[in-house]
Nanobody, 127 residues
Framework: VQLQASGGGLVQPGGSLRLSCATSAFTMEYYSIAWFRQAPGKERERVSCISKGDGVTYYAESVKGRFTISRDNTKNRVSLQLNNLKPEDTAVYYC?????????????????????WGQGTLVTVSS
């Protein structure tokens, strides 16, 4: 069982999408969750993450003010709201968790290790 990422699609520049990440393997609120993306020919980039516990969030500079990560613990789900999308946001988006707990478990989401991944969902921003 993996993380299930969904919500990708084709959208025009300036448009919005909402990505979701869910799993039945563990309770997501007890782990840091991150969204990564990888565009063709480019390295994987961490877009955003949310820490367990205090829920502190981090964003890549390229998406600050446009993307918002959030948890819905009642549905065991983490979402990423993508607003004001740009062509350079085109990529496969993956969610990942610091599961199972490693040496850095409980630390800030920007330093933990992400060992549990989903299959990815494609976001294409084009007119």
């Amino acid at each position: 069982v993996q993380l299930q990422a969904s919500g990708g699609g084709l959208v025009q520049p300036g448009g919005s999408l909402r990505l979701s990440c869910a799993t039945s393997a563990f309770t997501m609120e007890y782990y840091s969750i991150a969204w990564f993306r990888q565009a063709p020919g480019k390295e994987r980039e961490r877009v955003s993450c949310i820490s367990k516990g205090d829920g502190v969030t981090y964003y890549a500079e390229s998406v600050k003010g446009r993307f918002t990560i959030s948890r819905d613990n009642t549905k065991n789900r983490v979402s990423l709201q993508l607003n004001n999308l740009k062509p350079e946001d085109t990529a496969v988006y993956y969610c990942a968790a610091d599961y199972p707990p490693g040496a850095l478990y409980g630390r800030s989401c920007d330093i933990v290790n992400y060992d549990y991944w989903g299959q990815g969902t494609l976001v294409t921003v084009s007119s």
